[in-house]
């Protein structure tokens, strides 16, 4: 299956949009991290060790995909990445266009990330949120319906730049004085290079997860894979042009790409990617327009600097 699936990500897609772009030469894990000769992505260097690499394809089935990645050589790049939240800029929770958190943060990359919760809401994210080594208001107690998933897994990074991939322990998050950025997204998807047994199967136990599950929404998602690559992955949704994923679906792509841990975090109207020289570079869903204007404001965010 996973061959299948590899097949149908790199061989098999039907290409259109912008012309190819050269591929850079780059770090070795990087060079590596896709086929070499493989052109059906649109791939271009953001800073060395950090690429974006782009493709809209129609699969074997005739299906529409746009898919983003960014992906970041842990060992090679100078960049840091970053949790951040509307907290950093001052008064009560708001939210903010992930471009704002780009542009303010003067970041290389930025992409959404925690589901926020409850518009007037005290608190930036539903589950563990730390910024710099400071814990920030989070919602612990998510509704029963929901808490299988909302606030279920985190990222955390410490204070050395290693990456942690956990599970809620237990009925609520403990603090986490071993990282100094934290936030908890969705699902695991991926724990040690095997996809996690409930959405490989789509089961979960509400109504509310297995839809979220086996529903093909739009996805924003982190992986880290065996050569130490961390990967930002972002599929648009909900448009005749792009038909997001469900969640096996994801963890499969990323399997594909060598990844051993992954978390899904917000998706839908919320799943957005920005560069610092290219703004938006995908289609967010929320103005049911297929273009780069249909940012949704949200409370938290993911950057590299």
Request: include cysteine; aromatic fraction near 10%.
């Amino acid at each position: 299956m996973l061959f299948l699936l590899m097949l149908f990500f790199v061989l098999a897609p039907t290409v259109y949009g912008q012309d190819r772009v050269e591929s850079p030469k780059d770090t070795a894990a990087l060079e590596s991290f896709f086929i070499s000769d493989d052109d059906s992505w649109d791939r271009r260097m953001l800073k060395p060790g950090v690429e974006h690499f782009q493709q809209h394809f129609k699969d074997d089935n005739g299906i529409p995909r746009f898919i983003n990645l960014v992906a970041i050589d842990l060992d090679e790049s100078d960049v840091e990445v970053k949790v951040t939240a509307s907290y950093v800029f001052g008064g009560k929770p708001h939210r903010m266009a992930i471009s704002e958190y780009g542009e303010k943060s003067e970041a290389l990359v930025a992409i959404n990330a925690g589901f926020a919760g409850r518009s007037s809401s005290d608190y930036y994210n539903s589950g563990i949120l730390r910024i710099a080594g400071e814990d920030i208001p989070y919602h612990d107690d998510a509704p029963e319906e929901i808490t299988r998933f909302v606030g279920s897994a985190a990222v955390g990074i410490d204070y050395d730049k290693k990456w942690h991939f956990v599970e809620r322990p237990g009925e609520n998050w403990n603090r986490w004085d071993e990282v100094e950025f934290a936030i908890a997204g969705g699902h695991m998807l991926l724990a040690g290079g095997v996809m996690k047994e409930n959405i490989r199967n789509g089961e979960g136990s509400t109504a509310i997860e297995i839809r979220h599950i086996n529903s093909t929404h739009p996805r924003t998602a982190i992986c880290k894979t065996n050569k130490n690559i961390v990967v930002f992955i972002v599929v648009d949704g909900r448009h005749d042009q792009a038909t997001g994923m469900p969640l096996n679906e994801l963890a499969q792509f990323m399997l594909g790409l060598g990844c051993e841990d992954a978390i899904n975090f917000d998706g839908g109207g919320s799943s957005t990617m920005w560069i610092n020289d290219g703004g938006v570079v995908n289609h967010p869903s929320d103005n049911k327009i297929f273009d780069n204007k249909g940012q949704r404001r949200v409370k938290s965010a993911i950057i590299v600097k």
